[in-house]
């Protein structure tokens, strides 16, 4: 969790200067006394309160120490500036198994806002206990149960993936086409015919007699005359239970009489299996994928009197154990002293029982009714095992609870005969409990969720396939169809999710921005999935995080200045420190890939937490020059450069050609050089998971961006008027393009209809507009739709004013909306020129253009024998300033 903290009145006050407050803190919270601090010590924490700490911090430690007091068990904190003074997050651990739209951590954090200021202001009464008791109430509900959370901390230990879906015990693990799927017990692969099998006790009773399987002799009754036949015909002493009970509900044990048949026939509701009760000792073994991995005896729900306490505080005593809850939220239950407990017991509630006395309250030795356990796994005797194995093979489970009657787990079975059996399996259970393996009164806990996802997941698999995370500031969506595109040739099925929505095998199945974590879970989430490509941009990573947590591969295209004003973010610094995350979160081994032409990108390489030493280091860039990728190969590393006018592998002193720079889908020849860029970007991350260098090539030439990247640098004609369609919304993206049509077209052919997004700064919409003003000669300018928060006509007016201060004669127009912008630019336009259109969405714009006859380009103007881009000094210094966010005035962008 993520809260943002305003201290107001107690900014820049420390605790230090509240008299008497680390008294008051720690007698409404004793555990403060043991927190540790940055001192790494019991103490630490209430070092520093009497030393002197801002309410920011104490917050946090506060909300830890209330979730340990609900049964949270959290440790982790962290409190940090949020920008502006007084401001600050607090960073607070979840429990894994805690759903993520949990309202808990929420109102936990109200809670410690609250008695901190309580405790400040210096009012008495300040301990939240009644707040408290109703969220550890809550909580206990939402929480997954003790077989679920044993599942997914096995999972998480072996590295898999797994995530808790809504508040239910439904966990996912792993991704794609390795996901897999389990709701406490059962797992995606379990039979619903075993359910159904296991579910009903007497189809479960008969196949396995059937089958030679000893189990008790009964037969089903839906009247209480029939149960009552049974009796006779079966003698006492009987078992009655619902025929398609669980948990133990209404099973009664030791019936002699036809009235208490009949009794029970009611209470169970009418549909029951009447059984011959078999002697001995109940046991649960739990199988799993055909193997026993743990095994119990179970011993009903009882007190021990001790000759001063009544029946009923024996109880409350016994259900003051903290491992007691209610249902299945904790591993015991706690026991109901109602009228089948005490009627069983022959005692009051009110009775003392004598010193010693076992009372017993329950017949059936489940858990869910108060029971205890006793682990025995090590003592199961193999003739027990193998008749395990047969009943779960004739039922049809993947994991089962088979619950035997036995004089002993550890001797032989009787040998069988015509006569009725005296052990023997009583039930099958399908969804088992495993609360009573993990933990045991007596004996040996074990570990049973380590052995259903082991078998989930065999042979060592984590569970993962092939990702590619991508990010930057521009061609980042560009760069992730490249990768998809690249990797289907290898015949695998890929989903991507971009920025126009999420693909699946080249299909749109979600039209959306899907730059966030729930388009990556949605990727990672489809079984038919066996590579995801990521595109993973800041908004959704600082509001709600990556959607993973590793990734295989990750590429940084580059960084400039956008956004800048937003979400906390003031420079290109703060900018690179996001798009950091995703080169951080590329597992050991895995392979980071860097744009070696932008600074801000270098820089990625050298900070700690990237750990680039622990990664496979592959760099790109269009200069083989630069000095990065030298002495990168010179060190026999790999990287993907433009060399001699081909776009190249290189590997130490080899190169391979892969693709001439003016086949290259995209790149007009060679004067689109960004379009290179995105190419070798893309080949770098494919080549990492496998793509072959020969599938590589042929799958970049048969790239079609009009079809596989519709928007990015589209070339239309409309008679003799061609029409370039653009993202670029930022000054380095327009200058890239703006260069790209002075090389095909010169800068006097070119005229454009802008819009630019009202949520970026006003420096950066004033550098925008130098940029426009220095590469246009007529331009149409247009508010988007969604305004973003602006004015109608703020934004254009602004980009006008700079304009027009930049290039006073520039011809510069406004329209209202983006169709009286396009035909009034059309208007503008001679036999010849060039529209850039910069677009808000896509899809409307292409419709109205093709309604007006417009038709992609069936030719491309090229840079005859183009083989390396050069800027000149002047364009170089204004891309850099663009990247770099400086704002103001600059003497000359002149363009080539």
């Known amino acids: 969790m993520v809260a943002r903290l305003r201290l ?33 010590a019991p103490g630490g924490f209430v070092s520093r309160l009497r030393g002197g700490t801002y309410f920011g911090h104490v917050v946090e430690h506060v909300c830890l120490e209330l979730s340990q007091l609900i049964g949270r068990d959290v440790n982790f904190g962290r409190t940090v500036p949020a920008g502006e003074p007084g401001v600050y997050d607090v960073i607070v651990e979840c429990p894994l198994d805690e759903s993520p739209e949990s309202r808990t951590p929420g109102e936990l954090f109200d809670v410690a806002v609250d008695l901190v200021l309580a405790v400040q202001a210096g009012r008495a009464g300040v301990a939240p206990d009644d707040r408290l008791a109703g969220l550890a109430a809550f909580a206990e509900r939402e929480a997954t149960g003790p077989s679920t959370r044993s599942i997914i901390a096995a999972a998480r230990r072996r590295g898999i993936p797994v995530e808790r879906f809504d508040d239910l015990s439904l966990v996912r693990l792993g991704w794609g086409v390795r996901r897999r799927m ?34 008790a002799a009964g037969g089903a009754a839906d009247s209480a005359r029939e149960a009552v036949r049974l009796l006779h015909e079966l003698g006492a002493p009987v078992v009655v239970k619902p025929r398609q009970g669980r948990h133990g509900e209404h099973v009664v044990l030791g019936l002699s009489t036809p009235e208490a048949v009949e009794r029970a026939f009611a209470e169970a509701g009418g549909d029951v299996v009447v059984e011959r009760q078999l002697a001995g000792r109940d046991y649960r073994v739990l199988m799993v994928a055909g193997e026993l991995v743990a095994a119990a ?97 004739l039922i049809g489970l993947d994991v089962a609870g088979i619950d035997l009657r036995l004089p002993e787990i550890a001797a032989p079975l009787p040998p069988p005969g015509p006569e009725d059996p005296v052990a023997g399996v009583i039930e099958v259970n399908a969804v088992p409990g495993l609360r009573m393996h993990l933990a045991p009164v007596r004996g040996r806990a074990r570990d049973v969720g380590d052995a259903i996802v082991r078998a989930m997941f065999p042979g060592g698999s984590d569970g993962r396939i ?99 004003g937003q979400d906390g973010l003031d420079s290109v610094e703060d900018l690179a420190h996001v798009k950091a995350v995703v080169a951080e979160r590329v597992r050991d081994g895995g392979t980071l890939v860097l744009n070696a032409d932008d600074p801000w990108v270098r820089d990625l390489a050298t900070r700690p937490r990237v750990r680039a030493d622990r990664k496979r280091l592959v760099w790109f860039g269009l200069d083989p020059a630069n000095p990065v990728l030298t002495e990168h190969l010179a060190r026999g590393g790999t990287a993907y450069l433009l060399h001699d006018g081909w776009l190249t592998q290189a590997t130490g002193a080899r190169r391979t050609p892969l693709l001439r720079l003016t086949e290259v889908p995209g790149a007009y020849g060679g004067a689109a050089p960004y379009a290179a860029a995105n190419a070798l970007a893309a080949i770098a991350a494919a080549r990492a998971v496998g793509a072959r260098p020969e599938t590589v090539a042929t799958r970049l030439g048969e790239f079609d961006p009009s079809v596989d990247n519709p ?103 406004r329209a209202d909306g983006w169709r009286e912008a396009v035909t009034t630019a059309l208007g503008l336009a001679a036999p010849g020129d060039v529209l850039l259109v910069i677009y808000e969405k896509w899809a409307p714009i292409r419709e109205y253009l093709e309604e007006l006859g417009a038709a992609p380009a069936d030719t491309h103007p090229v840079l005859p024998a183009m083989t390396t881009i050069r800027a000149t000094p002047r364009l170089t210094r204004h891309l850099a300033e663009s990247a770099l966010g400086v704002s103001g005035s600059v003497t000359d962008h002149g363009h080539p």
């Not at 004793?30 to 940055?38: D, N």
């Not at 406490?184 to 059937?210: F, H, Y």
Request: proline share 3%.
């Open 297 to 393: 005896e179970r011993v009903a729900a009882h007190v021990v009197g001790d000759g001063r306490s009544t029946l009923a505080e024996l109880v409350e005593r016994t259900n003051a154990d903290p491992r007691r809850g209610v249902g299945h939220s904790r591993v015991l239950t706690r026991i109901t002293l109602d009228e089948a407990a005490l009627r069983l017991a022959g005692r009051a509630a009110d009775d003392v029982p004598p010193e010693g006395a076992i009372v017993w309250l329950r017949d059936g030795a489940n858990l869910s009714t108060g029971g205890t356990s006793r682990d025995v796994t090590d003592q199961v005797h193999e003739d027990v095992i193998r008749l395990c194995r047969r009943v779960v093979a």
């Open 182 to 215: 389990a709701w406490a017990a059962m797992t995606d692969r379990t039979s619903g015919v075993g359910i159904d099998i296991a579910g009903d006790k007497e189809i479960t009773r008969r196949l396995l007699g059937e089958a030679g399987v000893p189990v």
């Open 466 to 564: 092939p990702t590619v995370a991508v990010t930057g500031t521009n061609g980042k969506t560009t760069v992730t169809r490249l990768i998809a595109h690249l990797l289907s040739g290898g015949g695998q099925r890929v989903g991507a999710a971009t920025s126009d929505g999420v693909y699946v095998d080249g299909r749109a199945v979600f039209l959306a921005d899907a730059t966030g974590p729930r388009s990556a879970q949605q990727v990672l989430g489809d079984p038919q999935i066996e590579v995801a490509v990521l595109e993973t941009a800041r908004g959704g990573l600082l509001r709600r995080g990556l959607g993973y947590d590793w990734s295989d591969v990750g590429v940084i295209t580059n960084i400039t200045a956008d956004h800048l």
């Open 711 to 813: 928007g990015r640098g589209t070339l239309l004609r409309l008679g003799d008027v061609s029409i370039f369609l653009d993202y670029a919304h930022n000054p380095a993206a327009l200058a890239a393009t703006l260069r790209t049509l002075h090389r095909l077209w010169g800068m006097n052919r070119c005229l454009a209809a802008v819009t630019l997004p009202g949520d970026r700064r006003d420096d950066l919409l004033a550098a925008s507009a130098q940029v426009l003003a220095d590469g246009l000669t007529r331009v149409v300018l247009y508010d988007d739709q969604d305004r973003r928060g602006r004015p109608a006509g703020e934004v254009s007016a602004l980009v006008e004013r700079e304009m027009r201060a930049r290039r006073p004669r520039i011809r510069a127009v």
């Open 8 to 40: 107001e009145e107690l900014t820049d006050r420390e605790t230090s200067d509240v008299t008497g407050f680390t008294e008051r803190l720690l007698r409404a919270l004793p555990g403060l006394a043991e927190h540790h601090c940055a001192a790494g």
